[in-house]
């Protein structure tokens, strides 16, 4: 199947877009089953779609008290650290709209690497939809690396994933990283799904990903193919380069 990609001329174009499908998304999902399930990602790239939906007249077309909020992947940082994907959020979007603290579902950072994913798993299994041990998200955001890897899911890592978390020891970028992601199951279950991807430095690793042969091991963005959903990337025209 052809991937759908949309094609903007910048970031700001591509963050009102993925902000569409945002508010879409939740709306469809409140009006539908009382409740929208979304799962945020960190990075540069959907900065300015927090910065967008914290904002009139995005942010009043957002059904707060009924949406919760997840993470993809956590650095195992406090929260309060710059690093904390949970700070970047709270800073840019969260803390400035009325969402409710209970419907905030953060990666317990502070704990043991392996501790924080046992305890992200339960945060899920919480608002699991049988049969599944996990929720079926109704957004999930996503970005990719240089590299190809995708949530905290690097090139190497193992392609199968039986459980819903997994504590991530990689190194990356010449540095270790000690992280906690969700695996390609659950994205894989999601409704929609949306790798957001700007700039240069990504388009040769997103043809690679989207146009290349299939190596899921190598390229762990490959690995998100969600089986009974929407994959929907939003690229703007620098990443779109090589494609």
Request: hydrophobic share 45%; glycine share 6%; aromatic share 8%.
């Amino acid at each position: 199947m052809k991937p759908d990609v949309r094609i903007f001329e910048d970031l700001n174009a591509l963050s009102e877009a993925a902000a569409a499908l945002f508010i879409e998304s939740c709306a469809q999902a409140v009006t539908s089953r009382g409740r929208a399930l979304v799962c945020l990602s960190g990075g540069n790239t959907p900065s300015r779609l927090y910065d967008r939906l914290a904002r009139s007249p995005y942010t009043e077309q957002v059904d707060w008290p009924h949406l919760h909020v997840f993470w993809g992947d956590e650095r195992c940082v406090p929260a309060e650290d710059l690093q904390s994907n949970y700070r970047q959020a709270h800073d840019a979007l969260l803390s400035l709209v009325p969402l409710p603290a209970r419907n905030i579902h953060r990666v317990r950072s502070e704990m043991a690497q392996a501790d924080a994913a046992l305890a992200y798993a339960l945060t899920l299994q919480s608002v699991a939809a049988p049969p599944l041990n996990w929720p079926r998200f109704d957004l999930v955001l996503l970005g990719i690396g240089d590299d190809g890897h995708t949530a905290s899911l690097f090139p190497g890592s193992p392609v199968a994933a039986s459980v819903p978390t997994a504590a991530v020891k990689a190194d990356y970028e010449g540095r270790p990283a000690k992280r906690v992601t969700i695996t390609p199951p659950v994205f894989n279950s999601a409704r929609r799904v949306l790798f957001l991807v700007s700039g240069e430095g990504k388009s040769e690793s997103l043809a690679h990903v989207l146009y290349g042969s299939f190596q899921p091991e190598l390229l762990p963005a490959q690995r998100i193919r969600p089986t009974d959903g929407e994959l929907i990337w939003l690229v703007d025209q620098a990443a779109a380069g090589s494609l």
